[in-house]
């Protein structure tokens, strides 16, 4: 192979070779990095909330006195919701995935340890709380509604729960031998006993840390607040009738409130995760811009590079160099380029990655990355080259015979 | 001399149309990556009230304890209503103001007009002094009117807009939650971005529509919509007196302390008072308290998420590949001049003087670049105020400052890339080109 007069041209003139070599080693530091991270927002935004997330809808209630029989208004609105066509259940809480609210306590194993195990969202439910949401029961059961009691803004203590359910990745994390089920918990000084295991239920709040997500617990409480957030689960397909005959409903029940927008839980979802969309559009088309200006750049220089040594290349033709070792020439050449670039790429994608995750909440990037990267390039440094090089091929061997042409 | 040099840049540029299209075209795809990133980052980061963000202090004092202390062993961001009320009597500042946010039904004065809701603010009336709140219409309420628990209110410009339609509501009645409050005063458009006053949620949220006084709100029992952090949940059986004597952190409180030597003070008096209340029994734990100015709470609140950073680093990086790449383009092109500039040298050119002529070239490729990056990041901005958070999209704009920094930005960059091939220009060897 001709590798040696390869690097013999690059060394008398490197500037170009560097410059290529360069871009290609900060564009895959900046694509390895950026495709990391938006594939882990890809993973976040993808996470099942647990609930019944196509049948679901939310609204908040705000009663305009401040004080008043919140218990039977509250009674009165969710037989009313419940009794809507097309709506298989509603319960009145404080909180939803994905929307926020609710509470967030320290879960312990003894009433002593007041710092807990890991913190958890907690949800208040009546007894209609677990098919309201849509829940997979996974072990033990449910409320029933005598184990409800009331929950107000001047009896506020959701810690004083008798029994309370918990999600399966709480129960693993506070008991990890499974046998999570009819075992206290603290969330406050008096315990409260595990009575059913859910399968899954996201936290209120949207967090980067994977396993707080999904530590959630269900405390039997009817809320009773000037403000309360409804969950209404309606029969598949129908959440749209059901959300335009709700407010008609509860304005015959009393007109001294404030009915919010109603959210299909579809929506609460997109709102939600507006910021990791918006991160993973705008970092995936600079990184696409990035990618095109990239090859541009060595179609560019190496169209240069051809039109310099059109001269050498029409010797070369003449000295009986076929066509192909030509394309040979320039594709081993750019191989050798990018390749360079490549390696440097990894180190810098590498330290990239490190400064990151010293500076930034960012977790370490797994080697694919950065070897997948290194490939992309190389294949995008072949194709670039394929237009150039062809012109190059063309070149006659007649050319060699002319003196001095100035080729551009 | 520079006219002469930048009548020979045009000339170049129309002569080597493509190749300088290109260029500028490069270079401007990575002015307008650069900057509309930066430009999330510039809205993020800007000071809200600049001319007093060293002057106003948020006072912490740890009432929660180690137990719910964060990770990081911070007092909680809020204080608890005794608290709040034993510094406000202990050591008036200047201005003061204890706050929290509440939401309130409005009830139009129009029947046909359903009621809604609107998000407000209890708070002392330092609140509107502090923070060099514009007033459109009247001011803020009385003392009296605070001792009195007066049911008053100040609105905000847009809700005045939807009730009044203009007209001067002063003296008016507003129906908050069934209650007539008065009208003593209405903003302007107001809203410092970040949200320094309240970075409990997004801290590019809105203001608020109402204000009422802190008391009036504490009187009727108004239960606060922000975060509340209680090591011990209070006593049910003692309902919202329960609540105010707890330790309980859910208050906002800001203090305004013109000179360093008042917040030096300041900051002795708040240990002294957690001190004092470990004593006597209330703190099981050593004193722990904070008094920060608005710029050192934004930094500690870290406004700014990490992810813009990552995006902006992005974007810089791009830029830096585009200026790589736009060095290649330009070095094509003074070669492809070697002849001309070889004529400069043997006619009596120094160096020095190519030098100078092919950089006034790039400071002419600046220019040209720096307008279309400027339209390529007005246009991204556009695009990102589609898929930016709503609160984001209200506010992200290229201002002034933008404009100058990307045009500053982009001759600057575009010079820098010019260096090089400019050098290489001048070491023609004139005697070569007379060759031909």
Redesign the interface.
């Known amino acids: 192979m001709e590798i040696l007069p390869i690097f013999s041209a690059i060394r008398r003139n490197p500037?170009?070779a560097l410059?290529?070599a360069?871009?290609i080693a900060?564009?895959m530091?900046?694509m390895c990095?950026?495709s990391f991270?938006v594939a882990q927002q890809l993973q976040r935004m993808n996470r099942p909330t647990g609930i019944d997330e196509a049948n679901i809808l939310t609204f908040?209630n705000?009663?305009?006195?401040?004080?008043g029989d919140f218990k039977s208004r509250v009674q009165t609105d969710l037989a009313t919701l419940r009794s809507l066509p097309g709506v298989d259940d509603a319960t009145a809480t404080l909180g939803l995935p994905l929307r926020g609210g609710g509470y967030n306590l320290?879960v312990a194993l003894t009433p002593t340890d007041?710092?807990?195990i890991t913190d958890s969202a907690v949800y208040p439910v009546d007894s209609h709380g677990m098919a309201a949401f849509g829940l997979q029961l996974r072990a033990g059961r449910g409320f029933t509604s005598d184990e409800i009691a009331d929950l107000t803004?001047?009896?506020?203590?959701?810690?004083?729960a008798p029994v309370v359910l918990v999600t399966h990745a709480l129960a693993d994390r506070l008991f990890p031998h499974g046998d999570a089920l009819g075992k206290p918990i603290y969330l406050?000084t008096k315990p409260s006993t595990i009575i059913g295991i859910v399968d899954r239920m996201q936290a209120a709040h949207v967090s980067m840390a994977s396993d707080l997500m999904e530590y959630s617990i269900l405390v039997p409480f009817q809320w009773e607040?000037?403000?309360t957030l409804y969950v209404v689960r309606t029969k598949p397909g129908q959440y749209k009738s059901v959300a335009a005959a709700i407010p008609p409903a509860l304005a015959r029940i009393s007109?001294?409130?404030?009915i919010?927008n109603i959210n299909p839980f579809v929506q609460t979802r997109a709102d939600a995760y507006?910021?990791f969309?918006?991160?993973v559009?705008?970092?995936s088309s600079?990184?696409t811009?990035?990618l095109i200006?990239?090859c541009?750049?060595i179609v560019?220089?190496t169209t240069?590079w051809v039109s310099?040594r059109s001269r050498q290349i029409g010797i070369r033709r003449a000295l009986g160099a076929r066509q192909v070792d030509i394309l040979r020439y320039f594709h081993t050449e750019n191989f050798l380029v990018v390749g360079a670039g490549a390696i440097a790429g990894i180190i810098l994608g590498d330290a990239t990655n490190v400064l990151?995750v010293e500076?930034?909440?960012?977790a370490r990037m797994p080697q694919v990355y950065i070897l997948a990267s290194a490939l992309i390039m190389l294949v995008l440094g072949q194709l670039s080259v394929l237009w150039p090089s062809f012109r190059a091929a063309k070149v006659p061997p007649a050319l060699a015979t002319r003196a001095q042409v100035?080729h551009? | 001399m520079l006219a002469y040099y930048f009548k020979l840049a045009f000339n170049s540029l129309r002569k080597n149309l493509a190749l300088s299209c290109l260029t500028i075209a490069t270079i401007a795809i990575g002015i307008g990556a650069s900057m509309s990133t930066y430009t999330i980052y510039h809205v993020m980061s800007g000071d809200p009230i600049p001319w007093k963000s060293s002057e106003l202090f948020v006072p912490q004092i740890d009432s929660l304890g180690p137990t719910v202390r964060s990770k990081s062993g911070e007092p909680s961001d809020l204080l608890s209503y005794q608290d709040a009320i034993a510094l406000q009597n202990a050591r008036p500042a200047l201005h003061q103001a204890a706050m929290y946010q509440i939401q309130l039904t409005v009830a139009p004065a129009d029947p046909n007009q359903l009621p809604f809701a609107v998000s407000a603010r209890a708070s002392g009336a330092g609140f509107f002094s502090m923070f060099d709140t514009p007033f459109a219409l009247g001011t803020y309420w009385s003392k009296a009117d605070e001792q009195q628990r007066a049911n008053v209110a100040v609105l905000a410009a847009g809700l005045a807009d939807r009730l009044f339609h203009g007209e001067n509501p002063l003296g008016k009645a507003i129906t908050l939650n069934q209650r007539d409050y008065r009208i003593v005063g209405v903003l302007k458009p107001w809203n410092p971005s970040p949200r320094f006053y309240d970075l409990s949620g997004d801290a590019l949220a809105q203001s608020d529509a109402v204000y009422i006084p802190f008391t009036t709100a504490i009187d009727h029992q108004m239960a606060s919509i922000g975060h509340k952090f209680c090591a011990i949940m209070p006593d049910p059986a003692q309902g919202w007196q329960g609540l105010l004597s707890s330790n309980c952190a859910w208050l906002q409180y800001w203090v305004e302390l013109p000179t360093a030597g008042d917040a030096d003070n300041y900051r002795q008096f708040l240990q002294q008072y957690a001190t004092d209340q470990q004593r006597a029994g209330r703190f099981g734990w050593p004193a722990l308290t904070r008094l920060r100015n608005v710029r050192e709470w934004l930094i500690y609140k870290h406004v700014i998420p990490d992810e813009i950073r990552a995006v902006m680093a992005v974007g810089f990086s791009f830029l830096l590949v585009c200026l790589i790449n736009a060095i290649g383009l330009m070095l094509a092109k003074f070669n492809g001049r070697t002849s001309d500039l070889g004529v400069r040298r043997a006619l009596g050119a120094s160096k020095r003087d190519v030098v100078v002529q092919c950089l006034a070239e790039s400071a002419l490729v600046g220019l040209l670049s720096g307008v279309a990056g400027l339209a390529l990041t007005l246009l991204a901005v556009a695009a990102e105020r589609n898929v930016v958070s709503e609160s984001l999209a209200k506010v992200i704009h290229v201002d002034l400052v933008l404009v100058l920094i990307t045009l500053l930005l982009a001759e600057i960059a575009t010079i820098c890339a010019g260096l090089y091939p400019a050098w290489r220009a001048s070491r023609i060897q004139p005697a070569l080109q007379l060759k031909m």
């Open positions: 500037v170009g410059l290529i360069l871009q900060v564009t530091a900046v990095n950026a991270v908040y705000v009663w305009s006195t401040q004080s320290s007041t710092k807990g803004a001047e009896h506020e203590d959701p810690t004083l406050g607040g000037s403000t007109r001294a409130r404030v919010g507006r910021p969309r918006a991160m559009l705008i970092l600079v990184c811009l990035l200006i990239t541009l750049g560019g220089l240069y310099q990151a500076h930034f909440a960012m100035e551009r």
